[in-house]
């Protein structure tokens, strides 16, 4: 029994196809943030985010063509109209999302808006901060979706599909060690928890089930995306215990941490959870009006073949 090899697939082994992209993407994301941080005394998030987002598609480029012999486009990401539709669908069910989370706080006297973003004094210009930060988080949720759905859900589901287990069985266990390493990237964050920790485990879940249901990650990207840049770019909640400072909104929050996240932002708290249990209803709802049913994608269905023989292109 080769260790290495999986003989039927003429490739390695689901885990060390995994493990070596990580390391990829370790190297070049790492080196990529050192230059940045060797030529720019202080760059803006757009500017650290760049080496992360072409690291990380690097490294799945080189991993799709060395190690799992198929097309880069086979992780959810053939941009048509279809992409673009479930993109845009995503911003919006995530902006009514975050913006409701907003509007109860708000009625509940725990956010006060103090002033708006450009009327404060900073050093970089509103609309410049604003747009750096738009263009950062529009990267981060492709590159975070990519890596985190697109290339680990695939393959640990492909790595796990023993007819003991079955494919649901392979989809549910790696979802949920998708996530639970999604959620772990980010316990090291300021103000974390593990309470935060815990939700966006759960956020990792909720954002696996369109890739799941499509086969694309149009949706997952949407909603990452718009959740993060409406959340701390918009309402003025920190993200991930970020406080961002070119926010439109400036606001002051009390309340208990319990509900509304504290520093951490509305993710580490109760009424975050209502906001992912919004997304996923709303993603759900959008899915079924797009295709009338609920059913696990093909992409996780069928067995492994060379993008050579891949019908996923035609999709």
């Known amino acids: 029994m080769n260790i290495f090899i999986n003989e039927d697939e003429q490739r390695l082994k689901a885990g060390w196809r995994l493990l070596v992209q990580f390391i990829f993407m370790f190297l070049f994301v790492g080196f990529g943030i050192l230059g940045v941080q060797q030529i720019l005394e202080d760059p803006m998030m757009v500017y650290t985010t760049i080496p992360q987002f072409a690291g990380i598609i690097l490294s799945v480029w080189l991993a799709a063509q060395l190690l799992d012999k198929r097309s880069f486009f086979d992780y959810g990401i053939k941009l048509n109209k279809q992409w673009g ?50 263009v950062a988080m ?57 309470i935060s920790t815990f939700n966006i485990i759960l956020a990792g879940i909720v954002l696996a089930v369109p890739y799941v249901l499509t086969g694309r990650l149009g949706l997952s990207v949407g909603l990452h995306f718009s959740w993060n840049f409406v ?28 509900f509304t996240g504290g520093a951490f932002g509305p993710e580490a708290g109760i009424l975050g959870l209502l906001g992912m249990a919004i997304i996923l209803g709303g993603a759900l709802v959008y899915i ?10 093909p992409l996780f269905k069928k067995d492994y073949q060379p993008a050579a023989k891949s019908d996923e292109q035609s999709r």
Request: with cysteine; net charge negative; aromatic share 16%.
């Open 288 to 297: 079924r009006q797009t295709r009338h049913e609920l059913y696990i994608d």
């Open 231 to 258: 959340m701390a770019g918009v309402l003025g909640f920190p993200v991930s215990g970020k406080k961002i400072e070119f926010s439109i909104l400036q606001i002051q929050q009390s309340g208990s941490d319990f």
């Open 138 to 194: 529009l990267m981060v949720g492709f590159h975070e979706e990519l890596f985190s759905r697109g290339y680990q859900l695939l393959n640990l589901t492909e790595g796990l599909k023993y007819p003991a287990v079955g494919l649901n069985g392979a989809l549910v266990t790696a979802i949920l060690l998708t996530s639970s390493l999604f959620g772990l990237m980010h316990f090291f964050n300021p103000n974390a928890s593990f």
């Open 85 to 134: 539709k479930d993109f845009l669908s995503g911003c919006l069910i995530a902006a009514f999302s975050i913006g409701s989370v907003f509007l109860i706080q708000w009625t509940l006297g725990w956010v006060t808006i103090v002033e708006y973003g450009w009327e404060a004094e900073l050093e970089t210009p509103f609309s410049t901060g604003i747009m750096s930060f738009f």
